[in-house]
T-cell receptor, first 114, second 113 residues
């Protein structure tokens, strides 16, 4: 079974600053994938970044990077140079070996302060 | 790439009334399809998933049901809505390319009154 824990219900960050959103996971699968999605107030879910369990490098996509610490089972999302448009809910998700189902955390609401 | 069409966008229904939400997928065949519900300000709860026509798996016992009458059509239904059915309903499918995450529809905001 897979489980995602996001312990920060809400976070605030000053515009242009960096912010880290926490995500820890639990799985017994030797191979798995970790995803981050953004959900603006409109409700759409936007894929941000992916990290495979065997990837040697931390994933990066523009201003998004993933701080992957396999031994600690954490996959924190780092957003650099925050923008007002980054204000949204952020969800961490995990997919296990041979499975298509994603298991989501409860999300973190990020608010960027001008 | 896949596109998911989901309608209606907003729905207000009285308690005890029936429900039918539809989701159709373009750009892929034989996709895995999912229905999620999100209560206000909360996380995503997986309701149903389907790996093929007529194949439905239920994750949470409730008064909702799902059907997949065609390869790219997924329907969420209820015979009698409860107040607790209010929420934001999202349809999703597995993307056809690496890393095989989800493509989501735009969602239906259901308010049961």
């Amino acid at each position: 079974a897979q489980k995602i824990t996001q312990t920060q219900p809400g976070m605030f960050v000053q515009e242009k600053e960096a912010v880290t959103l926490d995500c820890t996971y639990d799985t017994s699968d030797p191979s798995y994938g970790l995803f981050w999605y953004k959900q603006p107030s409109s409700g759409e879910m936007i894929f941000l970044i992916y990290q495979g369990s065997y990837d040697q490098q931390n994933a990066t996509e523009g201003r998004y990077s993933l701080n992957f610490q396999k031994a600690r089972k954490s996959a924190n999302l780092v957003i650099s140079a925050s923008q007002l448009g980054d204000s949204a809910m952020y969800f961490c998700a995990i997919r296990g070996t041979g499975a298509n189902n994603l298991f989501f955390g409860t999300g973190t609401r990020l608010t960027v302060i001008p | 790439s896949q596109t998911i069409h989901q309608w209606p966008a907003t729905l207000v229904q009285p308690v005890g009334s029936p429900l039918s939400l539809e989701c159709t997928v373009e750009g892929t065949s034989n996709p895995n399809l999912y229905w999620y519900r999100q209560a206000a300000g909360r996380g995503l709860q997986l309701l149903f998933y389907s790996v093929g026509i007529g194949q439905i798996s239920s994750e949470v016992p409730q008064n909702l049901s799902a059907s997949r009458p065609q390869d790219r059509q997924f329907i969420l239904s209820s015979k009698k809505l409860l107040l607790s059915d209010s929420g934001f309903y999202l349809c999703a499918c597995v993307t056809g390319s690496f890393p095989y995450g989800y493509t989501f529809g735009s969602g239906t905001r259901l308010t049961v009154v």
